[in-house]
Nanobody, 122 residues
Framework: QVQLVESGGGLVQAGGSLTLSCAASGRTFSAYAVGWFRQAPGKEREFVAAISRRGGTTDYADSVKGRFTISRDSAKNTVYLQMNSLKAEDTAVYYC???????????????WGQGTQVTVSS
């Protein structure tokens, strides 16, 4: 069992930055890949970024590539999503999820956090 808790969301102006954290407890977090997803009102949940179990591989949606960076600190059992140059269209609830492989499909992830709201004002 893995419990995930996101934090770091908030209100920021367009062009600003935020860093989201996904803290894990329970079983060995390093055994799991982690993905970040987001869901805006009236839209489906979409893939944002993912990182492999040991952090050697990362993947990004085209919409955030070059602006967002995913990383993990195994000692702290935490995965981060550094978000720079934020745009109004980045406004959404952001979720982290964990499973064995780093995939883009949300259905591939078994463990989910409760989400954290990110609002970017234009």
């Amino acid at each position: 069992q893995v419990q995930l808790v996101e934090s770091g969301g908030g209100l920021v102006q367009a062009g600003g930055s935020l860093t989201l954290s996904c803290a894990a407890s329970g079983r060995t977090f390093s055994a799991y890949a982690v993905g970040w997803f987001r869901q805006a009102p009236g839209k489906e949940r979409e893939f944002v970024a993912a990182i492999s179990r040991r952090g050697g591989t990362t993947d990004y949606a085209d919409s955030v590539k070059g602006r967002f960076t995913i990383s993990r600190d195994s000692a702290k059992n935490t995965v981060y999503l550094q978000m720079n140059s934020l745009k109004a269209e980045d406004t959404a609830v952001y979720y982290c999820a964990a499973d064995v492989l780093d995939r883009r499909d949300a259905d591939e992830y078994y463990y989910w956090g409760q989400g954290t709201q990110v609002t970017v004002s234009s």
